[in-house]
């Protein structure tokens, strides 16, 4: 029973269109997030959100939008995506008043523009 | 603004070697991430250091925090080849928002038979 999840796990798309990616936590937690990483593998926060609130909005091109309709859920909408968008999106989510502020990762969403 | 530097960022090595992985951090932290990423996966949570003076050991790792030298350390005893993969380490910036990881760039270990 996988505790984040992540759909589709693999977007093959053409440049200008307009792509979704969809997460799900069954942990019970409070926050999610999404990160970017790119072909160098490095990660960087895009959003945060905590119980459906938006706390994190780091500097990311406002074609990208999230949305959390609960707070197990947290989709991403991407539009007129561009080349530069071509990267492996991972999903995250971590629980309110650990002591550890530990993040589990989905298993990612591997995006290709083309 | 937190900046976290790992090194090295390749590292190739015998099986059976020791060796160590360093994270230096550029501003205060009190938490700081080891995880584990193998090709084409998700990241796993290896450790998770609290303290100064943190020391925490799984099988062939062992991960410590010094927080006054902002740096902490991976040590791999005697690796073998189920190793190989990539490990990031991670910190929160104590003067900022608790959800907000900041990742180094990842060490890509690879260890030869």
């Known amino acids: 029973d996988t505790a984040v999840s992540q759909t589709p796990k693999y977007l093959v798309t053409q440049m200008g269109n307009d792509k979704s990616i969809k997460c799900e936590q069954n942990?019970?937690?409070?926050?999610m997030y999404w990160y970017k990483q790119d072909s160098k593998k490095f990660l960087k926060i895009m959003f945060s959100?905590?119980?459906?609130?938006?706390?994190i909005n780091e500097t990311v091109p406002n074609r990208f939008s999230p949305k959390s309709p609960d707070k197990a859920h947290l989709n991403l909408h991407i539009n007129s995506l561009e080349l530069g968008d071509s990267a492996v999106y991972f999903c995250?989510?971590?629980?309110?008043?650990?002591?550890?502020?530990?993040?589990?990762f989905g298993e990612g969403s591997r995006l290709t523009v083309l | 603004e937190l900046k976290v530097e790992q090194n090295p960022l390749f590292l190739s090595m015998q099986e059976g070697k020791n060796y160590t992985i360093y994270c230096n951090y550029s501003?205060?932290?009190?938490?700081l991430y080891w995880y584990r990423q193998d090709p084409g996966k998700s990241l796993e949570s290896l450790f998770v250091?609290?303290?100064?003076?943190a020391v925490k050991q799984e099988g062939r790792l062992m991960a410590s925090l010094d927080t006054k030298a902002r740096l902490s350390t991976l040590h791999i005893t005697a690796a073998v080849h189920d190793l190989s993969a990539t490990y990031f380490c991670?910190?929160?910036?104590?003067?900022?928002?608790?959800?907000?990881?900041?990742f180094g760039k990842g060490t890509l270990l690879t260890v030869n038979p």
């Open positions: 995250a989510s971590s629980q309110d008043g650990s002591n550890t502020g530990e993040l589990f």
């Open positions: 942990l019970g937690h409070d926050t």
């Open positions: 959100y905590n119980n459906k609130e938006l706390i």
């Open positions: 501003t205060t932290s009190d938490r």
């Open positions: 250091l609290l303290s100064n003076g």
């Open positions: 991670a910190a929160v910036y104590s003067g900022g928002s608790n959800y907000k990881l900041t």
